[in-house]
């Protein structure tokens, strides 16, 4: 009977890591046209991307950032205003490239 049950098992385990990932992080690029201080500001051309929301997380390559505004939702370029620590790294024209950042848990 254990053997049977670890055979499943393995074969639950090989199923799960061969699927390919359906829930891959969508990147998203926008064009920065304000920083003050660690308040980012980037346009985004095209539809708003279902994971931004007002106090959503990102991920941007030099690190984590917060939502803080959106632009309504229909204005061509839509504009975010994000709280990035590290915004000191960043230009004002330079492109980003971010995607979903982690859920963040409260208790």
């Known amino acids: ?13 090989v199923g799960l890591v061969s699927m390919p ?17 660690t ?3 980037i346009a985004i051309e095209g539809d708003r991307p279902d994971f931004i929301r007002k106090n959503g997380t990102l991920k941007f390559k030099v ?18 205003v994000v709280n ?3 915004a000191a790294d960043l230009k004002v024209g330079d492109e980003v490239t971010f995607e979903k950042g ?6």
């Open 1 to 13: 009977m254990k053997q049977i049950l670890t055979a499943l098992a393995l074969v639950a385990l």
């Open 39 to 41: 308040k980012v500001t």
């Open 84 to 86: 990035i620590k590290k």
């Open 21 to 37: 990932a359906q829930g891959a992080a969508k990147t998203v690029t926008g064009k920065i046209t304000a920083i003050d201080g």
């Open 102 to 107: 982690l859920a963040v848990s409260g208790c």
């Open 63 to 80: 690190g984590p950032g917060k939502i803080l505004e959106l632009s309504a939702a229909d204005a061509k370029p839509f504009t975010i």
